[in-house]
């Protein structure tokens, strides 16, 4: 029923949950902005990202080199990404800018992976 359906589970909850399980990261999706373009959740999955150990990666609303710019700025939160699709898809965001913009924010070399 894909995001049709509550399922009474808390995020952080079951986030915890699977960071027990030993996921090695979490992907939020705010699903009410996913394939919206109307910006991502920051709060919620700067929250989200506080609370866990493991890394977040962000979904959801992604709208252009703004949103991600906006989590670079939180990168120290432990938001390790993010996924871009219909803004990628639409021609809103250019991923080799973005990733480009991204690692200088973030101090990665060119030619440097992280």
Known sequence: DGWSKLSGHEVLDLAKKFEDYG???????????????????????????????????????????????????????GIEGVICGRSIYEGTLDLRLAQERADALSGVEEGETD
């Open 23 to 77: 996921c090695e990261a979490i992907v939020y999706t705010d699903i009410g902005r996913d394939g919206m373009m109307g910006g991502v959740n920051i709060d919620a999955t700067v929250r989200l990202a506080r609370s866990m150990t493991i890394p977040v990666i962000a979904s959801g609303g992604v709208h252009n080199i703004k949103d991600v710019e906006a989590l670079c700025a939180v990168q120290d939160e």
